[in-house]
């Protein structure tokens, strides 16, 4: 089986901003949830939260 990407040793992942998060940890905070248990169990930091350049795949977004 041969492991996705381009050959250079890194993965071709649907890639999005992390803080695209930010509204929608905002609501689950209103809701009374603990957002940092939210990005703990995605193993995403609050550092990455609040950095512009910090990216994460796809499918953490939606499983969040």
Known sequence: MVPPGDGSGTLNLPL???AILKPVLLVQQNKGHQIIDILDGHRINE???HNAKAFITQ???YAI
Do not use: I
Request: net charge neutral; no cysteine; aromatic share 0%.
């Open 47 to 49: 550092a990455q939260l």
């Open 16 to 18: 999005v901003r992390t």
């Open 59 to 61: 499918d953490a977004v």
